[in-house]
């Protein structure tokens, strides 16, 4: 039970309240009010165990009244709806925010620039000949005498 909670702000440890879960949990990122610490939104991974357990206990259920037969009522659509409704409610609280992670800066050389032309670039420092005479698929052929 430890996996159920309230989300929690990273940053400054503030409890969200569950309309605010409710509504953020479909978003990627959330703004405390409290510290103004920004982070972003996860669903825990049991989340998915859930959804798929709910689809089949109720397509169980389903597959349940076709084959003996049972006439489909309201009642008998709610208690097939019942897992969905579940998940619903316990997606709440399998949301929690993370810090945002840093990313490392680039070398002070290759800032603003494409870090492949840099001068450190082996190939940029080759020196770059179009005469096919120079190359070495020539020298590997005799030269014809005119």
Known sequence: MKKFRKARCPHCGDQLKIIQIWSIKTQGE?????????????????????SISAIIISGLLYAGCIFFKIPLSIPLILIIM?????????????????????????????????????????????????????????????????
């Open 30 to 50: 959330y703004q405390c009010p409290k510290c103004g610490g920004f982070s972003n939104i996860e669903l825990d991974f049991t989340l998915f165990h859930i």
């Open 82 to 146: 019942l897992p969905y409704f579940i998940f619903y409610i316990l997606s709440v609280f399998l949301v929690r925010l993370k810090k945002p992670v840093v990313r490392k800066k680039p070398p002070q050389y290759c800032r603003g620039k494409n870090p492949y032309n840099s001068p450190q670039n082996m190939y940029d420092s080759a020196r770059k000949d179009n005469n096919i005479t120079n190359s070495a698929i020539d020298r590997s052929f005799p030269r014809k005498q005119r």
